[in-house]
């Protein structure tokens, strides 16, 4: 059985502040250590579960957080960026399972460092007429390829919207939101040894699944920071303006609404 682990920074156990999440300091060099360890649990886990290969994607930023010294050996690691399929490169290898772990919640809700692709530009994003984050997106993107989410980590905000959306997956809820940059949080000893056994049970357990119906068109409609993100978005000719903070535009699949959508965060870089 083929794995993919696909790994952001602000649902880890003990990550609360942005400071933790950007390279240039103390605070981010222990915090990208706990991904990394939570990541490698994950494999682990998925190994002893039966697992026969995984492959395991830095998902945050830059896509260059985990330290590859600290990873199960058996594992294969997707890093850097440019890449086709952000947070989700690693699907081309055809994996029947996938694993979202350290995952927030989306933009606007009360999950700790909660947003959707780009804190700075993007305030929501409707797919098909539902408010999704960044586990939504990429989710539907995994289950376009064939695979199936089993196993999401990160806190209780981000466990409650998403779980729903994957029925069948399991949730591990490693920290409690009190707010944006505050809360509960599992140690990182404790939050990995509770990964390393949910990823053995996942997949212990797993089986064939039922296929989401498919669908061949996607309508996403983007809700940016301010009227001149939107003005930089538009020039995009295929987006329509809705009002002076909304767009939206029509996607032939879920591969073409996340490369939009990563364009439009890189473009948004212009402009600040």
């Known amino acids: 059985m083929k794995v993919l682990i696909s790994v952001d920074i602000e649902g880890i156990a003990g990550v609360f502040h942005p400071e933790q999440t950007r390279a240039g300091n103390t605070e981010y060099e222990q915090a990208r250590r706990w991904m990394s360890r939570e990541a490698d649990a994950a494999a682990q886990g998925a190994f002893d579960g039966g697992a026969t290969?995984?492959?395991?994607?830095?998902?945050?930023?830059?896509?260059?957080?985990?330290?590859?010294?600290?990873?199960?050996?058996?594992?294969?690691?997707?890093?850097?960026?440019p890449?086709?399929?952000?947070?989700?490169?690693?699907?081309?290898?055809?994996?029947?399972?996938?694993?979202?772990?350290?995952?927030?919640?989306?933009?606007q809700s009360r999950g700790i460092l909660a947003h959707t692709i780009?804190?700075?530009?993007?305030?929501?994003?409707?797919?098909?007429?539902?408010?999704?984050?960044?586990?939504?997106?990429?989710?539907r993107l995994a289950e376009e390829r064939g695979a199936r989410i089993a196993l999401l980590t990160g806190d209780d905000v981000f466990g409650a919207e998403t779980l729903p959306a994957f029925p069948g997956a399991r949730f591990l809820c490693v920290k409690t939101a009190h707010g944006y940059s505050s809360g509960v949080t599992e140690t990182p000893a404790a939050a990995c040894e509770a990964i390393r056994l949910a990823a053995r049970e996942t997949i212990e357990t797993s089986s064939g699944h039922a296929r989401r119906p498919a669908i061949t068109e996607h309508r996403c409609e983007?809700?940016?920071?301010?009227?001149?993100?939107?003005?930089?978005?538009?020039?995009?000719?295929?987006?329509?303006?809705?009002?002076?903070?909304?767009?939206?535009?029509?996607?032939?699949?879920?591969?073409?609404?996340v490369r939009i959508l990563n364009c439009l965060s890189a473009m948004s870089f212009m402009i600040r």
């Open 53 to 81: 290969q995984v492959w395991i994607n830095d998902s945050h930023g830059g896509f260059r957080n985990l330290m590859p010294d600290l990873i199960d050996q058996r594992a294969r690691l997707v890093l850097g960026k």
């Open 83 to 107: 890449r086709t399929l952000g947070m989700m490169a690693g699907l081309e290898a055809s994996p029947e399972i996938v694993f979202m772990i350290g995952y927030h919640a989306r933009a």
């Open 118 to 139: 780009n804190s700075a530009a993007f305030a929501r994003v409707m797919l098909d007429g539902e408010e999704v984050g960044e586990a939504g997106l990429y989710g």
């Open 222 to 257: 983007l809700r940016a920071q301010t009227s001149a993100f939107a003005d930089l978005f538009c020039q995009w000719p295929t987006l329509e303006r809705i009002d002076a903070v909304t767009l939206a535009f029509d996607a032939p699949s879920m591969e073409h609404v």
